[in-house]
């Protein structure tokens, strides 16, 4: 019986890896810019975001990252998580100042070909933003996060 459970969950590891790597459905031009720009990341997993993009989550130096490529490979954004304590005081400033009744739950740094943003997902009591903020300090997203009904009625 042990051989038998052991075989079935090694088949299964074998079969979530095969699935989740789905490389080889992924253009060459997609994957030659992000060997480029990201080189010597690991577990990388793809998958399609839209008609147009591919994404791409990986860790790379430490820490976790997801990266999308347009179709034709070019690069349009990478996003990683930082601990509250990485962002500087300035930023915090224009947060306190806006959101002061909500908390931190989540941070990230988003860069594009237009800039660098922190992105923070903020919470007060059932209410959850999604807010970014340029190096500038000028809030450039605000966005209410609607929460999914549960299935249990």
């Not at 990485?86 to 947060?95: C, G, N, R, Y």
């Not at 070909?113 to 992105?119: C, D, F, I, L």
């Not at 933003?129 to 300090?137: D, F, I, R, S, W």
Request: glycine letters at 6%.
């Amino acid at each position: 019986m042990k051989k038998i459970l052991g075989f079935t969950m090694l088949a299964g590891v074998i079969g979530l890896t095969s699935c989740s790597s789905r490389e080889g459905n992924v253009p060459q031009k997609v994957l030659e810019s992000f060997k480029s720009k990201f080189p010597g990341s690991k577990m990388v997993e793809w998958e399609m975001e839209d008609e147009t993009e591919w994404e791409a989550e990986f860790e790379w130096k430490g820490k976790e990252y997801s990266a999308n490529f347009s179709t034709a490979g070019d690069w349009v954004e990478t996003e990683y998580e930082i601990e509250e304590s990485e962002v500087p005081t300035s930023i915090i400033d224009v947060l306190n100042a806006n959101f002061e009744q909500y908390e931190i739950e989540e941070v990230e740094i988003a860069e594009t070909v237009k800039g660098q943003v922190y992105e923070f997902e903020l919470e007060v009591g059932e209410e959850e933003l999604e807010v970014a903020v340029n190096l500038k300090g000028e809030v450039t997203k605000k966005v209410i996060e609607e929460h999914e009904e549960s299935d249990k009625d």
